[in-house]
């Protein structure tokens, strides 16, 4: 009986030293675990997140589809609606690397992250020397932009399209459209009436000029005062908001991946 009252004393001994250790842990481990967060998440040099940030690990795939119209001669000639056909995808693989980082005294840290594209043939449902019939992007841009213009240049712009022989639809490579780019008189004219049309080197590609470059500097949180802050863009090409738009739509904010 001795022996019997011994062991309940035991076995609730431990009992009750599991639960307060239970408790213990309970209440502790939201503590570590900040503390864990707090002391290995915010970029620095050697940081566990660093290395993920850097040099993001993850296979990153973009895919192209292309719409290609197959009857470009019935249409033209009013016969019948263009028939579209889906290609893809075409794929190319990215690397995303950031680039000539500065750590700044103030918890910030400024990049350029250069973004680089290769084809992957076998990933793709062709070649890249593919040809695909497809609306003439410049000149229906410029056609839509003529809609709300002044009389004098939609005359003039007319005369220019006319010269030189812009078609509604062209036939390129699939490289072309997308990051080699084409030659187009268009995008050579279009700067000089409009300074906001980026120059392009007289190219157009979907993606031409993304290839091995960066999108500017960005300047983000590195966390370290506060964690909410991490990866948090603070300014862009040392500006706090874009001009393009208006209002809201101009904001810089978030984070640039994740
Ligand atoms: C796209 O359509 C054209 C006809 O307009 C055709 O000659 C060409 O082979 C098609 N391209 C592909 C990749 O199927
Ligand atoms: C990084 O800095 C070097 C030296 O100033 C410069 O040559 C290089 O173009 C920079 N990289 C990027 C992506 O701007
Ligand atoms: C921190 O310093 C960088 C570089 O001097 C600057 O661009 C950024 O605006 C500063 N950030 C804050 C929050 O003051
Ligand atoms: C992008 O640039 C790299 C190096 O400059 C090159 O190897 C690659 O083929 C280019 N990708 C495309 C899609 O042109
Ligand atoms: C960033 O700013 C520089 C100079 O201020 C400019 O040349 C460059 O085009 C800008 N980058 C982007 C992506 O707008």
Redesign the pocket.
């Known amino acids: 009986m001795w022996a019997g009252f011994k062991k309940t004393v035991i076995t609730g001994g431990v009992g009750i030293a599991l639960l307060v250790l239970g408790l213990i842990l309970l209440y502790c481990f939201p503590l570590i675990f900040s503390y864990i967060i707090q002391k290995n998440l915010p970029l620095a040099k050697g940081s566990m997140s660093y290395k993920l940030w850097k040099d993001i690990p993850l296979p990153l795939y973009q895919k192209i589809y292309?719409f290609?119209?197959?009857?470009?001669e019935e249409f033209l000639q009013q016969k019948s609606k263009p028939k579209l056909?889906e290609?893809g995808p075409y794929t190319y693989r990215s690397w995303w690397t950031k680039e000539n980082i500065t750590w700044n005294n103030n918890d910030t840290v400024t990049y350029r992250e250069v973004k680089k594209y290769v084809f992957k043939p076998e990933l793709s449902v062709?070649s890249e020397n593919?040809?695909?019939?497809t609306v003439n992007f410049p000149m229906l841009a410029a056609a839509s932009w003529l809609r709300n213009t002044s009389p004098l240049e939609e005359i003039a712009a007319s005369i220019l399209m006319f010269l030189t022989r812009e078609k509604i639809?062209i036939?390129r490579k699939?490289k072309q459209l997308a990051y080699e780019g084409y030659p187009d008189l268009l995008t050579v004219i279009a700067p000089l009436i409009h300074p906001d049309v980026p120059k392009t080197h007289g190219y157009f590609g979907w993606f031409y000029g993304k290839n091995d470059t960066d999108d500017g500097e960005f300047t983000v949180f590195t966390g370290k005062d506060s964690i909410s802050k991490f990866n948090t863009i603070k300014n862009w090409n040392g500006t706090q908001s874009l001009k393009y738009w208006t209002g809201e739509c101009n904001k810089i904010a978030g984070t640039s991946e994740y």
């Open positions: 292309f290609n119209v197959t009857n470009p056909v290609i062709g593919d040809v695909i019939t639809f036939q699939v």
